[in-house]
């Protein structure tokens, strides 16, 4: 049970702690820093790492011993999604990957995903990523005992050290809640959403009936080891097994036909995530080691209880591999996790509770985003591209048609990390204001690493302004930042950050100028930006905003609707978007004509690495970006609320 209290300026958490010296006075301390991430998960370590980069004085604390959180400690080392997106913090630990194991060709080991690594490697790379930076402390074996707030505003958190029982007051001028299951907004008395809501709530056509509290399954990982073929590594019988419990896990092994049919046999199985260095990661879903355990409102040591039941499933599974299936030569992996069962440092959670944010992050924002009332995607900070996927099947109570329900890729905006009703707290990890369905995208691994990415930015842009005050940081200032650490901004699939042309795309595309198109595929979604290819006046134009350009400047364009549109057109088109931008933001930018701006495109034309200057000839929209960006820079000029409108 979580109580809730306050005492002074201390709000609470009680969670069922237990010092290790018991009846021990608690030794005190206090730090102070500029940014505290508390928890060191996918998302904490990206945000502390990008923090630090940015020069905020930054701390990380995390309970367990390791870096990483889902993709090291919980053995989540199959990454799903983005690949075609080496999007920032995610595409540098990517990169390390391959220049651990020899390049991609090395990690492309199991089916389930282009990237698999062990999950120590993932735990060293983190750690040496974070040493790197000087600005970054990072503190292990603390658990967060309460949050305090000076004048309703959180400003820190009270620690207990797990090993000695002595508390550390940390104080800091914004906090990042990268916990695995948003313990930290609960503890500030945030509101947040748990379960599923009714898509009658929610606008999103899922056909999801009624709100309710099912999150979910959950995994406890495992790491096998092949120690060869003459090994007989089978585990002891676990209590309660049956091998009819994991019937229809694969085609070998199916005999009730009313359970849905497995698509695989059991060799396909075991490589679904084989890894490096002849080892297999056990995150099996629908009949394998998933569970429902509905845990989050519970204290870390009902939890701990409640987490020996998945403990338990996974084992089971493993011994019905080995016995069943017949791979008694796959043993539990002794160089994995330095726990005393050999099983993951902490449990896979798949969802926690949401925030409740400035905005909440929909399937039509994702679905249709350029038609929205609200066109978050404009205030993009994050990319991803995995399908809506929900492991339900171990909750016969729960809808079970949400499993890769098809969706484009897309943005995360930035309103969704910050809480509607509270400062000094920036939301990461799986506790952004999404919604239940569209959780089961924003969770994967890739995007959460550039959710933490973003909040890292934010914190660090928050720490500089006098109010402190994350929804008061403007939106471009923190997709700047962002692009200046190679990060995307929209998630266009053929325009990486080697593209000369790459930042120009990302800032025109977030300005609302030019549209991707979005295209539902399988396992890696896309958004194709088609750099190359060539565009309609009319297509131009619709794509505008009206605020950039009204309808009476767009009455000249008659029958060259649907004409190819040229260089010269462009010219003329972006002189008009000038004087308009001069008028409705009062700013001071000069009124050039058509003339004046063939002269600054003509010079600068082969500077801006692009070729064959000729005003007649039809433009390509990695040219048209160019000019957008270099010669009227929508991205700078007009403001957007978190909402994605223009504000004028």
Same mark, same amino acid.
């Given at each position: 049970?979580?109580?809730?209290?306050?005492?002074?300026?201390?709000?609470?958490?009680?969670?069922?702690?237990?010092?290790?010296?018991?009846?021990?006075?608690?030794?005190?301390?206090?730090?102070?820093?500029?940014?505290?991430?508390?928890?060191?998960?996918?998302?904490?370590?990206?945000?502390?790492?990008?923090?630090?980069? /940015?020069?905020?004085?930054?701390? %990380?604390?995390?309970?367990?011993?390791?870096?990483?959180?889902?993709?090291?400690?919980?053995?989540?080392?199959? &990454?799903?999604?983005?690949?075609?997106?080496?999007?920032?913090?995610?595409?540098?630990?990517?990169?390390?990957?391959?220049? =651990?194991?020899?390049?991609?060709?090395?990690?492309?080991?199991?089916?389930?995903?282009?990237?698999?690594?062990?999950? =120590?490697?993932?735990?060293?790379?983190?750690?040496?990523?974070?040493?790197?930076?000087?600005?970054?402390?990072?503190?292990?074996? /603390?658990?967060?005992?309460?949050?305090?707030?000076?004048?309703?505003?959180?400003?820190?958190?009270?620690?207990?050290?797990?090993?000695?029982?002595?508390?550390?007051? %940390?104080?800091?001028?914004?906090?990042?809640?990268?916990?695995?299951?948003?313990?930290?907004?609960?503890?500030?008395?945030?509101?947040?959403?748990?379960?599923?809501?009714?898509?009658?709530?929610?606008?999103?056509?899922?056909?999801?009936?009624?709100?309710?509290?099912?999150?979910?399954?959950?995994?406890?990982?495992?790491?096998?080891?092949?120690?060869?073929?003459?090994?007989?590594?089978? !585990?002891?019988?676990?209590?309660?097994?049956?091998?009819?419990?994991?019937?229809?896990?694969?085609?070998?092994?199916?005999?009730?036909?009313?359970?849905?049919? +497995?698509?695989?046999?059991?060799?396909?199985?075991?490589?679904?995530?084989?890894?490096?260095?002849?080892?297999?990661?056990?995150?099996?879903?629908?009949?394998?080691?998933?569970?429902?355990?509905?845990?989050?409102?519970?204290?870390?040591?009902?939890?701990?209880?409640?987490?020996?039941?998945?403990?338990?499933? &996974?084992?089971? *599974?493993?011994? *019905?591999?080995?016995?069943?299936?017949?791979?008694?030569?796959?043993?539990?992996?002794?160089?994995?996790? +330095?726990?005393?069962?050999?099983?993951?440092? !902490?449990?896979? =959670?798949?969802?926690?509770?949401?925030?409740?944010?400035?905005?909440?992050?929909?399937?039509?924002?994702?679905?249709?985003?350029?038609?929205?009332? =609200?066109?978050?995607?404009?205030?993009?900070?994050?990319?991803?591209?995995?399908?809506?996927?929900?492991?339900?099947?171990?909750?016969?109570?729960?809808?079970?048609?949400?499993?890769?329900?098809?969706?484009?890729?897309?943005?995360?905006?930035?309103?969704?990390?910050?809480?509607?009703?509270?400062?000094?707290?920036?939301?990461?990890?799986?506790? %952004?204001?999404?919604?239940?369905?569209?959780?089961?995208?924003?969770?994967?691994?890739?995007?959460?690493?550039?959710?933490?990415?973003?909040?890292?930015?934010?914190?660090?842009? &928050?720490?500089?302004?006098?109010?402190?005050?994350?929804?008061?940081?403007?939106?471009?200032?923190?997709?700047?930042?962002?692009?200046?650490?190679?990060?995307?901004? /929209?998630?266009?699939?053929?325009?990486?950050?080697?593209?000369?042309? *790459?930042?120009?795309?990302?800032?025109?595309?977030?300005?609302?100028?030019?549209?991707?198109?979005?295209?539902?595929?399988?396992?890696?979604?896309?958004?194709?930006?088609?750099?190359?290819?060539?565009?309609?006046?009319?297509?131009?134009?619709?794509?505008?905003?009206?605020?950039?350009?009204?309808?009476?400047?767009?009455?000249?364009?008659?029958?060259?609707?649907?004409?190819?549109?040229?260089?010269?057109?462009?010219?003329?088109?972006?002189?008009?978007?000038?004087?308009?931008?001069?008028?409705?933001?009062?700013?001071?930018?000069?009124?050039?004509?058509?003339?004046?701006?063939?002269?600054?495109?003509?010079?600068?034309?082969?500077?801006?690495?692009?070729?064959?200057?000729?005003?007649?000839?039809?433009?390509?929209?990695?040219?048209?970006?160019?000019?957008?960006?270099?010669? *009227?820079?929508?991205?700078?000029?007009?403001? !957007?609320?978190?909402?994605?409108?223009?504000?004028?």
């Amino acid at each position: 049970m979580i109580i809730r209290f306050i005492i002074g300026s201390v709000l609470v958490f009680v969670a069922g702690l237990s010092y290790a010296n018991a009846g021990a006075i608690p030794k005190k301390k206090v730090l102070t820093t500029d940014v505290l991430v508390i928890g060191g998960s996918a998302s904490g370590v990206a945000a502390g790492i990008q923090s630090a980069r /940015m020069g905020a004085r930054t701390i %990380i604390v995390e309970e367990t011993i390791w870096l990483g959180g889902m993709l090291s400690a919980a053995g989540v080392s199959a &990454t799903d999604g983005n690949h075609l997106l080496p999007s920032g913090i995610w595409g540098e630990f990517r990169n390390r990957i391959y220049q =651990h194991y020899g390049g991609p060709q090395r990690v492309a080991t199991g089916w389930v995903s282009n990237t698999h690594f062990e999950p =120590h490697v993932a735990d060293s790379l983190f750690k040496s990523m974070a040493s790197a930076e000087k600005n970054l402390q990072v503190l292990h074996g /603390m658990r967060c005992y309460a949050v305090t707030k000076r004048r309703d505003a959180v400003a820190g958190a009270v620690f207990v050290q797990l090993s000695s029982g002595d508390t550390i007051t %940390i104080r800091a001028k914004q906090v990042v809640d990268a916990t695995e299951l948003g313990d930290v907004l609960a503890a500030a008395g945030i509101p947040f959403s748990l379960g599923m809501e009714a898509s009658s709530v929610t606008g999103e056509n899922v056909q999801v009936p009624a709100s309710n509290n099912i999150i979910q399954d959950l995994t406890y990982v495992a790491i096998l080891k092949d120690y060869g073929k003459d090994a007989d590594c089978t !585990i002891a019988r676990p209590a309660g097994y049956d091998p009819l419990e994991f019937d229809g896990c694969c085609l070998d092994f199916y005999n009730d036909k009313s359970r849905i049919a +497995p698509g695989v046999d059991c060799a396909k199985m075991m490589t679904y995530a084989k890894l490096p260095g002849q080892k297999y990661l056990i995150n099996w879903p629908g009949f394998g080691n998933d569970i429902y355990l509905n845990l989050i409102e519970l204290s870390p040591s009902e939890r701990e209880q409640e987490l020996q039941k998945a403990k338990q499933q &996974t084992l089971r *599974f493993i011994y *019905f591999i080995q016995h069943q299936l017949g791979y008694k030569q796959l043993g539990l992996a002794a160089d994995e996790f +330095p726990t005393a069962d050999r099983l993951a440092l !902490i449990p896979y =959670h798949r969802e926690s509770r949401r925030v409740e944010g400035l905005v909440r992050f929909k399937i039509q924002h994702i679905s249709d985003p350029y038609n929205d009332a =609200h066109p978050l995607y404009r205030t993009g900070i994050a990319v991803g591209d995995y399908p809506i996927d929900h492991h339900h099947r171990k909750n016969p109570d729960a809808p079970q048609h949400l499993g890769f329900y098809p969706i484009p890729s897309f943005s995360v905006p930035l309103g969704a990390l910050i809480p509607a009703a509270t400062t000094g707290l920036i939301v990461a990890e799986k506790s %952004i204001s999404v919604s239940n369905v569209v959780n089961g995208t924003t969770r994967l691994q890739p995007c959460v690493l550039l959710i933490g990415q973003a909040a890292g930015a934010l914190a660090a842009l &928050t720490v500089q302004r006098k109010d402190l005050q994350a929804a008061s940081v403007p939106i471009r200032s923190v997709q700047r930042a962002l692009l200046n650490s190679g990060a995307y901004l /929209m998630p266009y699939a053929d325009v990486n950050p080697a593209d000369p042309h *790459f930042m120009a795309i990302q800032r025109v595309g977030a300005a609302g100028l030019l549209r991707g198109k979005g295209q539902p595929n399988a396992w890696a979604n896309r958004t194709w930006f088609y750099p190359d290819s060539t565009l309609f006046t009319e297509q131009f134009l619709e794509a505008i905003p009206v605020e950039m350009l009204p309808a009476r400047e767009r009455k000249e364009l008659g029958a060259a609707a649907n004409a190819s549109l040229t260089i010269g057109q462009s010219l003329h088109w972006i002189s008009l978007l000038r004087q308009q931008a001069a008028r409705a933001t009062n700013s001071s930018m000069p009124i050039w004509g058509s003339q004046k701006l063939e002269e600054l495109a003509r010079s600068n034309w082969k500077q801006w690495r692009l070729d064959d200057f000729n005003l007649q000839r039809a433009i390509k929209r990695r040219e048209l970006a160019m000019l957008l960006d270099a010669l *009227f820079d929508p991205f700078s000029t007009y403001a !957007i609320n978190h909402q994605g409108v223009i504000q004028l």
